[in-house]
């Protein structure tokens, strides 16, 4: 069965790091991978977007990449901020205007 | 600002006592889905329209039905909630680009408490 995996455990890091979230997924050959910030008590809000033809976006000071052999994606926060708290959740493409979620990571930074 | 905006934003209803969830865009897309999400959990398609024309997701229990009168609103109705039925309820929208990818608008959800 299709599969989405996120980090499991939350992480915790120190403002000025970089934190990396990993997406790992089966069964699964997405045409792309989006990923969602969710704050608490909120609806998730885009972020980044990532075709299969591309190792890597930017955007600010996240980053994410993609690698359909290893069936992952990491998304990077540099610089983090204490207004970086939240969960970010990875999205994969199902076809037909759908996408699947993850559970996603929550990530708190600590001033 | 164009928006997706979900009403009420908690909703309290009784076991077994029919209630209906609101949701509505000034986006224009013509793709509007209904999820269900419990806490820490993935969010979980329901259904989505595509303009009007709707696609149920094959374990969408039958208690949940939803309806689209025109482009700008969607409602979820849940016929008989039990008590697993409390979750937050996102409606989000896209608009489709054939042979694009779809980013979706998400509205801030409702969340629903079965008593």
């Known amino acids: 069965s299709q599969k989405i995996e996120q980090n499991s455990e939350a992480l915790n890091i120190q403002e000025g790091k970089t934190a990396t979230l990993t997406c790992n997924y089966t069964?699964?050959?997405?045409?792309?991978l989006q990923w969602y910030r969710q704050d608490p008590g909120r609806g998730p809000v885009f972020l980044l977007l990532?075709?299969?033809?591309?190792k890597e976006k930017r955007k600010e000071r996240l980053k994410v990449t993609f690698d359909t052999t290893l069936k992952q994606s990491l998304f990077h926060i540099t610089a983090s901020q204490p207004a970086d708290s939240a969960t970010y959740l990875c999205?994969?493409?199902?076809?037909?205007?759908?996408?699947?979620f993850g559970a996603g990571t929550t990530v708190t930074v600590r001033a | 600002d164009a928006m997706v905006i979900q009403n009420p934003r908690y909703q309290v209803t009784q076991f077994g006592k029919p209630v209906t969830l609101s949701c509505s865009q000034t986006?224009?897309?013509?793709?509007m889905y209904w999820y269900q999400q419990k806490s820490s959990q993935a969010p979980k398609l329901l259904f989505h329209?595509?303009?009007?024309?709707?696609?149920n997701e094959a374990d969408t229990p039958d208690n949940f039905q939803s309806r689209r009168p025109n482009t700008s609103f969607c409602f979820l109705d849940i016929r008989s909630p039990g008590l697993g039925d409390a979750a937050m309820y996102l409606c989000?929208?896209?608009?489709?680009?054939?042979?694009?990818?779809?980013?979706?608008?998400f509205g801030p959800g409702t969340r629903l408490l079965v008593l």
């Open positions: 989000a929208t896209s608009r489709n680009i054939a042979g694009g990818p779809e980013t979706q608008y």
């Open positions: 069964n699964y050959s997405p045409a792309y």
């Open positions: 990532i075709r299969e033809n591309e």
């Open positions: 999205a994969l493409d199902r076809g037909d205007y759908k996408l699947s």
């Open positions: 986006l224009n897309h013509n793709v």
């Open positions: 329209y595509y303009d009007k024309d709707f696609n």
